[in-house]
């Protein structure tokens, strides 16, 4: 089976693209497929595949679905659909600049500020974030007191204590603010926090150092994907928590490994992301055999 698909990135978090329109054949939830093709040995190699689907709410344009290198599906990447808007675009099957996408966290919309076939600027309306415990699916019976959400909730990993902050942006996320991101040993932490019996869907962790008030530094370790360059829905987790702790400005810039994202709250309390999504190239693979 011949598979033609696009090689997108922002900001570092790359996918594949494939347009289900036209294959149709190809989007069956094959884990061990999306595997392979994940593979950075073995297959074309991303942190992600995005599948281009039909709406099935009249309210959207598109449908996105997005599925980690281990299989399992997110429910939405803010990187990934700021790719997808570019690519709608880039393969003209949109005339649009202000689109309206169905993904498993509900409507998103992405408006392209500037287009490029190279590179595109993509402003994204993220929706609300959500502090709720029931959001970040909690093992309430592991919780040390009776709380309703998570701030500065102390977990022991390790050996060490880490003060977690609690936020769904569609996906569950906790943020942790520390001094210093060098003494983070991510690979290392980053999984046993993710996989922690707390979470039973497991969960996105975002390290925060401040820089100032209008300024984060932050690295990310995504759930079914590992340590990533970048994560949009992360971004705004970490955005959403120091706003709500008054630890930041409204409008931040947010560095990450692979690049910066802007993010700032609206007057509806929706957040706001702008930043870049890159064409890498266009190929076709094999699978299944010769």
């Excluded at 005339?95 to 590179?119: R, S």
């Excluded at 609300?128 to 022991?156: Q, V």
């Excluded at 690979?187 to 707390?198: K, S």
Aim: hydrophobic fraction near 40%.
């Amino acid at each position: 089976m011949k598979l033609q698909f696009l090689k997108m990135h922002g900001l570092g978090n790359d996918f594949i693209m494939i347009n289900g329109l036209v294959q149709k054949n190809i989007y069956n939830n094959d884990q061990e497929l999306i595997k392979m093709l994940c593979d950075r040995h073995f297959g074309v190699g991303a942190d992600g595949i995005i599948f281009i689907l039909k709406a099935q709410q009249k309210e959207a344009d598109f449908k996105m679905r997005i599925f980690n290198p281990d299989g399992s599906e997110a429910e939405m990447c803010g990187n990934g659909i700021r790719c997808l808007a570019h690519y709608l675009k880039l393969n003209n099957l949109t005339d649009k600049n202000k689109l309206v996408i169905e993904t498993l966290a509900g409507l998103i919309k992405p408006e392209i500020l500037k287009y490029n076939k190279e590179q595109s600027i993509v402003k994204v309306n993220m929706g609300h974030a959500h502090f709720s415990l029931n959001k970040l699916a909690i093992n309430k019976n592991l919780l040390k007191s009776k709380i309703d959400k998570l701030s500065d909730y102390p977990l022991k990993i390790a050996e060490k204590k880490y003060l977690l902050n609690g936020v769904s942006m569609g996906n569950p996320h906790v943020v942790i603010f520390v001094d210093d991101l060098n003494n983070i040993d991510l690979d290392n932490v980053g999984p046993l926090i993710e996989e922690h019996p707390l979470f039973l869907q497991a969960i996105n962790v975002e390290f925060v150092k401040i820089v100032d008030k209008n300024e984060l530094d932050v690295i990310v370790w995504e759930r079914g994907a590992g340590a990533t360059l970048a994560c949009g829905t992360g971004a705004c987790a970490v955005a959403a928590v120091s706003l709500d702790q008054n630890r930041a400005n409204n409008d931040l810039k947010l560095n990450l490994p692979g690049g910066p994202l802007q993010i700032y709250k609206n007057d509806h309390g929706e957040m706001m992301m702008t930043g870049p999504s890159t064409f890498v190239y266009k190929g076709e693979i094999k699978t299944g055999g010769i």
